[in-house]
């Protein structure tokens, strides 16, 4: 039994205290940097949005009506692509203007959130009667004649300009 040799005791590793004192540089080195960076990001942020300033619900909804008619959903028959993109028009404008997830709403939430906001009885019913129109386009496979869907671009119109809403 010559070749088993006897356990040798764990060898003793000592750090030292100028260990200790690089590794809390190190961290607050990493911790400097990691605020610098956020600050940094955030002032590139800012002047970006000074660049390009927001636009106003109002300012949003005419340039997307201005792409949803050059896209001739009209023309082509597709009014059922052409009534989804103009509800989501429409509830992005009241979620620009009141500040709730109107995309995320169906009709009778939105309604319902309307009326908390106390907003006006015959703003609502107009409302009321544009996002109706417009589900029974989407959901109930109503086909809308010319003059329909001219009168519910009227409605999306003066829905806009009733705005002075809050």
Not at 111 to 128: D, P, S
Not at 134 to 153: G, T
Request: proline fraction near 3%; aromatic fraction near 12%; glycine fraction near 4%.
């Amino acid at each position: 039994m010559t070749d088993i040799r006897p356990l040798k005791f764990p060898a003793e590793i000592s750090r030292g205290v100028l260990f200790y004192l690089l590794l809390v540089l190190l961290i607050a080195v990493l911790v400097v940097g990691f605020f610098y960076f956020l600050k940094k990001k955030k002032r590139q942020i800012s002047t970006a949005e000074n660049i390009f300033p927001q636009l106003s619900p109002e300012e949003i909804v005419h340039q997307e009506l201005s792409e949803l008619n050059a896209l001739s959903l009209i023309e082509k028959g597709e009014l059922k692509k052409y009534y989804f993109r103009l509800s989501e028009i429409m509830r992005r404008y009241i979620q620009g203007c009141f500040e709730f997830a109107a995309l995320d709403c169906t009709t009778e939430e939105i309604l319902k959130e309307l009326k908390r906001k106390k907003l006006k009885y015959n703003k609502i019913n107009l409302i009321r009667g544009f996002l109706t129109q417009c589900d029974m386009v989407k959901f109930a496979k109503y086909k809308p004649s010319i003059d329909e869907i001219k009168e519910d671009l009227k409605k999306v119109r003066e829905i806009i300009q009733a705005s002075s809403y809050k």
